[in-house]
């Protein structure tokens, strides 16, 4: 039989059409509990022009700052004739929203009082929380949010859908904008709030998120059944504190980035224009850090902010003497451990199996190498002993639970290193005072902030005769050259993956101030026994480092 050139062509057309919606599908990564809620009759529309169901099952909340936050709903009911428009406005503020909205709620103090009074008077299926400033396109575009409403129908198991938002820049560049997909996983554990761009899966036109826009487009059914609320004591970080709320009660949030809310140029610098957190200090992150026991923040960027830095060591590193102590005045409280228990209701982090604080790992690097140094330019013989010295054996640092202060053992008298620190290191250091503890120890301790003390005895250990450098934390400390013999004495079985309390470690996001997992520390490569030693049974031959 002999074909045809077109029937060739026809033939070869489909199967690479064939390969190509095989392809295509193959990229969409469902998960059992979303894709049983898909309608099968779900197709991909390409222009949606029905109004009348975008304004029967949609309210509009806003919150209204000024009356040029809110002028975009002016645009939003030309677009919608029939939709109902419910704002609520900033307290002692004046604005007349009689030309954009149907219902006013009141004034309100904060953000979080008025979203929730919002919320709780909608009556429709559905609502549209459209942040300030935030301006919405056309109905008849891909970018129109009616492609939300059209995303919560075919997909029912999802409980908020957002969007992109479009930064708007001068149009004489011939550049629109910049374009942000908020999409992002949360972390949270370690002391630490973390955000990074990941979607879990995709669904249709949809990226699974766990943060997703400020302004979302809701089910009222499911907010309300999951008891979802805004915190009225954060402002700043209000979207930040909900989606992780949000996590928590396993609350479905998804992107849909073709949707566009779009903020205009002269408003481009407004926070509304930044759908992510920012490491960046704001006075917000204290009461965020108190009620999520978060003292670090990492942004999209990989920076890092330690919140309690700023406090406690930023002034002394770089050594300036005209830097405020205090740049915030509820900083001391989230530092302060003795105050900061009463809001975490936490036991001590060394006695609870927890991480020590990043706090106390900075101050203890910074008091060790301050005074490490100093010693040296004494000419007296020192020894890093104790846990310090214990750590640079499991993780070449400091432990993960490290309770807070270095042990040292000096070889000289008590008097003499008592005299010369109250006389020398203090009028170098201003930030520390030196403390007689007892007839066999000195303290070295910092005057603000908690940690990063360091306890000096007198020969309590071995004497001093030989030592070796050992690197804790990028710091060559000296340890005694029977450092091991020490080990067997002081810590039996040291090198067991145990803590003091012979608790096994382990590390889950189930808990914010979790165990140690040493599989990641250092990429897998702190404390892992394997690692730092050759193996005398019958194994695989292992690579030291």
Not at 128 to 148: E, G, I, K, M, R
Not at 205 to 223: G, H, I, N, P, Q
Not at 260 to 280: D, E, G, L, M
């Amino acid at each position: 039989m002999r074909w045809s050139p077109s029937f060739i062509t026809t033939n070869i057309i489909l199967v690479l059409v064939g390969i190509g919606i095989g392809r295509w599908t193959a990229c969409f990564n469902y998960s059992p509990e979303i894709t049983s809620d898909i309608k099968k009759s779900a197709t991909l529309p390409t222009v949606v022009e029905d109004r009348e169901l975008f304004a029967s099952k949609v309210t509009v909340l806003s919150f209204c700052i000024d009356t040029e936050s809110c002028s975009n709903l002016t645009q939003l009911h030309l677009h919608y004739p029939d939709i109902k428009v419910t704002v609520a406005t900033k307290k002692d503020s004046v604005i007349d929203v009689s030309a954009f909205a149907d219902e006013h709620v009141g004034q309100f103090k904060n953000k979080g009082d008025a979203l929730n009074a919002l919320i709780g008077s909608v009556k429709t299926e559905y609502f549209l929380h459209l942040d300030a400033y935030h301006q919405v396109d056309h109905p008849n575009t891909d970018q129109s949010t009616f492609w939300l409403l059209e995303a919560m129908e075919q997909t029912t198991s999802v409980d908020i859908v957002g969007g992109s938002v479009l930064s708007e820049q001068s149009l004489t560049t011939g550049v629109s904008g910049t374009l942000e997909i908020p999409c992002y996983r949360i972390h949270h554990y370690n002391y630490t709030y973390s955000e990074i761009y990941e979607y879990r899966e995709s669904i249709r036109d949809m990226m699974v998120c766990e943060r997703t826009s400020s302004s979302f487009l809701a089910s009222t059914v499911a907010w309300k059944t999951k008891t979802l609320k805004f915190d009225a004591k954060l402002d700043a970080l209000l979207f930040e504190d909900f989606f992780l709320r949000a996590k928590q009660k396993n609350v479905v949030v998804a992107t849909r980035p073709e949707v566009y809310f779009i903020v205009t140029s002269p408003h481009s610098n407004r926070p509304s224009a930044v759908q992510h957190v920012a490491a960046k200090m704001i006075e917000d992150l204290i009461p965020f850090g108190l009620k999520h026991q978060v003292m670090t923040i990492r942004d999209i960027e990989g920076v890092t902010l330690q919140v309690c830095e700023r406090y406690s060591t930023m002034r002394t590193i770089f050594q300036d003497p005209n830097a405020p102590t205090q740049l915030f005045p509820h900083e001391k409280l989230l530092c302060d451990y003795d105050v900061t228990t009463k809001h975490w209701k936490m036991k001590h982090w060394a006695y609870g199996g927890m991480f020590a604080v990043p706090t106390i790992q900075i101050a203890l690097k910074r008091s060790l190498a301050l005074s490490g140094d100093y010693f040296d330019s004494k000419g007296w013989p020192w020894t890093l002993v104790g846990g310090g010295a214990l750590g640079f054996l499991k993780t070449r640092g400091f432990l993960p639970w490290e309770a807070g202060d270095i042990d040292i053992n000096m070889n000289i008298t008590k008097k003499l290193c008592l005299d010369t620190l109250r006389t020398e290191f203090v009028a170098r250091y201003p930030d520390y005072m030196i403390t007689d503890h007892s007839k066999k120890e000195i303290i070295i301790k910092t005057k603000h902030g908690f940690g990063g003390w360091v306890t000096i005895f007198f020969n309590k250990y071995i004497p001093i005769v030989r030592t070796v450098r050992v690197n804790l934390d990028g710091y060559l400390v000296p340890c005694s050259y029977t450092v091991f013999h020490e080990f067997r004495k002081y810590y039996p079985g040291y090198l067991k993956h145990k803590m003091y309390n012979k608790r096994s470690l382990s590390c889950s996001e189930k808990s914010n101030a979790c165990l140690p997992d040493f599989s990641k520390l250092y990429n897998g490569r702190g404390g892992v026994w394997s690692d730092f030693f050759y193996s005398f049974v019958k194994t695989p031959k292992l690579t030291p480092l």
